[in-house]
């Protein structure tokens, strides 16, 4: 038994969950609000003991099992569960490889020490005479001393040694300084202060680790204005949001989050009570960033600055944002009524906009309530870049027109709801003076072309009879299944892209992580997919270097069980076909179990939203048909998959 394994076998999804879910029981299910979206109307959220996972039928649309449900709530990576479960559970984890363990002690010792900076720099700006004038500056800025705390505001006092020698004192080498980034290289030899004569402010990450500094002049004089650590082991800013550490809960429980510049853009938003507040720090923003904020929320607010460099900002992290973000598809019919799938974003971007030459401190500042309505009241992505391409430019120019609208009605294909494209195209037509039906045709090979011809796949032949491979217990199958699945690719993760070929094939979404219920087999498809994007290494090479200890035991575990087979050969692929589209079926039978469970729960309540669980019922009836009759392309049936207890 696996490490994952014996931590879900000591540990009860029930229990777990019903530490922060109000869940009711019915019959041998619960149902409850959903945790990680706002909804008081319908209990969508599921947990179910005897396949011990849980799933939201609402707006998540998400589930899996306890790790899931952990790494989703806290916002925690994999190892972060697995560690937290894991004491939970009483279970020991794997000793780390002296490598390992090596450079986990580096790390702490970094940390260590940049703890001892962060009360170095506030003991300078708290405690002495030359901090005075840090004081100052920050009151000026109308921040309270419970703030300074809050952030652990500091000072780094004007000089090139003081810094260094204090922690050398400490019995900190000269090395362990620069890898930490309080110190950088003379071109003679030695070393000198990185930070001098500024206000510090500490760095941290999502779990309020100390990463690094960032810094701000006092005399308007010195440059840079502001100074960020350099590069470290523990400190990049491209993967790093200032103030997420304190924000990460409201984002939660507000499910919204705002994205500004700089650090007083965070801190005077906090200081008046908005705690959904954090910051890039002198870089774009990066999917790295979005990567970060979306494991707690879907709304994404981006309040730059409202000057020219600001609002280019704005538009490159929409774009980011676009290419970063989920996406749903969608089954539509192309001109030649054709079906194919088109993308639509999940997630609800938006754009604030401040006013003329003021940041988000200043607004604060000047009106704490004013800040709530800009929020309250930020554009769409498609409406704020509209309005900013078609702002002072000659409208009448054909070329101009050309390139507003190349870069608009791709925002509209993301859009979700077809009524909200509708309204988009007509709004732009209107703005660049054309025919709508002129944007409709701009795409000739996509099925906006036609808004007539937005339609559902209507069906596909009757199901075939049931047999006695399907009378075997859902989740038994589910584990059979989704292990030779990820068995096989683990083997050739290549064979990732003939499945999602097939699949399109046949009308069916891509394979994904949510294809999988075990936790394990996500990460190893989400690992998979990141092997194929890159390069360097061959795919399997890749995929078993980035598992951590645990999983790489489960790999191995799963190469084993399917060592004999020939990735290359068609029957593989072939057997890995069917096994996916049984899976997908079981996914498919199990949803509907568990939607009638919760239709009949929400009737015996007296709740009229029933009538929501029956139309997705309907439509996984849909999505079975489908896949019986991609089914019907693979008839071998291989050892593998020819019986199941």
């Not at 260590?112 to 901090?131: M, P, Q, S, W």
């Not at 200032?242 to 938003?269: C, F, T």
């Not at 669980?613 to 489908?626: D, G, H, T, V």
Request: with cysteine; proline share 4%.
């Amino acid at each position: 038994m696996s490490v994952t394994d014996e931590i879900k076998d000591r540990i009860d999804i029930v229990d777990l969950v019903s530490e922060s879910v109000e869940l009711r029981h019915s019959g041998k299910n619960y149902s409850g609000y959903c945790p990680f979206h706002h909804n008081v109307n319908t209990p969508a959220f599921a947990v179910f003991p005897d396949t011990q996972t849980w799933h939201c039928f609402g707006e998540c649309d998400d589930g899996g099992d306890v790790f899931n449900f952990v790494m989703k709530k806290e916002g925690w990576d994999f190892q972060e569960a697995l560690q937290y479960l894991a004491e939970r559970a009483g279970v020991t984890l794997k000793p780390l490889t002296p490598q390992e363990k090596e450079k986990k002690e580096e790390y702490e010792r970094l940390r260590i020490l940049l703890e001892d900076a962060v009360n170095f720099y506030r003991h300078n700006l708290l405690k002495t005479e030359a901090g005075k004038e840090a004081r100052a500056y920050l009151h000026g800025r109308d921040i309270t001393d419970e703030t300074i705390e809050t952030f652990g505001l500091g000072y780094a006092p004007d000089s090139w040694e003081a810094a260094g020698e204090y922690f050398q004192s400490k019995g900190y080498t000269e090395e362990e300084l620069l890898q930490a980034g309080l110190v950088s290289e003379r071109d003679s030899g030695g070393v000198y202060d990185r930070f001098r004569s500024r206000v510090m402010f500490p760095i941290r990450d999502r779990r309020g680790r100390i990463a690094g500094f960032g810094a701000r002049v006092l005399d308007p004089e010195d440059v840079p204005k502001y100074l960020n650590s350099p590069q470290t082991p523990l400190f990049d800013k491209r993967r790093l949001l200032y103030g997420l550490d304190q924000a990460r809960k409201a984002i939660r429980s507000e499910d919204e989050v705002v994205i500004v510049e700089g650090y007083m853009g965070v801190i005077l938003p906090h200081q008046h009570g908005y705690h959904n507040v954090v910051a890039t720090m002198g870089t774009a923003l990066t999917d790295d960033h979005l990567r970060k904020v979306k494991r707690y929320t879907k709304r994404i607010i981006l309040a730059m600055d409202s000057d020219a460099a600001g609002v280019k900002a704005t538009l490159r992290g929409l774009e980011v944002a676009r290419e970063s973000l989920d996406r749903t598809q969608d089954l539509v019919f192309d001109a030649r009524g054709l079906l194919h799938r088109e993308a639509r974003l999940r997630a609800d971007l938006r754009v604030a906009t401040l006013p003329s030459g003021m940041d988000p401190d200043d607004v604060v500042n000047r009106d704490p309530e004013g800040w709530q309505q800009i929020i309250s009241q930020a554009n769409p992505i498609v409406t704020h870049v509209m309005e900013t391409l078609a702002e002072g430019r000659n409208l009448e120019d054909p070329k101009v027109k050309n390139e507003v609208a190349s870069q608009v009605l791709p925002l509209i294909e993301d859009v979700p709801s077809a009524i909200e494209r509708d309204t988009y195209q007509q709004r732009l037509a209107r703005i660049l003076e054309v025919d709508e039906r002129t944007l409709l045709g701009y795409f000739p090979q996509s099925s906006s072309s036609s808004r007539s011809r937005r339609a559902r796949y209507p069906g596909a032949p009757p199901q075939r009879p049931r047999t006695e491979r399907d009378e075997a217990p859902l989740h038994r199958k589910g584990d059979l299944y989704e292990a030779h699945c990820v068995g096989i690719l683990l083997h050739d993760p290549e064979l990732l892209y003939r499945v999602d070929r097939q699949l399109g094939k046949a009308g069916l979404e891509r394979c994904s992580e949510k294809d999988f219920q075990n936790t394990n087999y996500q990460i190893m498809i989400k690992t998979m997919k990141e092997a194929l994007r890159q390069n360097q290494t061959e795919p399997n090479s890749f995929v078993m270097d980035h598992l951590s200890g645990d999983l790489l035991e489960v790999a191995h575990e799963l190469l084993e069980n399917s060592m004999d087979l020939n990735p290359r050969a068609d029957k593989v692929l072939e057997d890995l076909m069917r096994a996916f589209l049984s899976l997908r079926k079981w996914r498919v039978l199990n949803r509907n179990s568990h939607l009638r469970y919760l239709m009949e729960t929400t009737q015996e309540n007296g709740d009229m939203k029933a009538s929501q669980f029956r139309e997705a019922m309907i439509q996984n009836l849909k999505e079975r048909k489908k896949i019986d009759q991609a089914m019907n392309r693979y008839t071998s049936r291989t050892a593998a998959l020819r019986e199941y207890p």
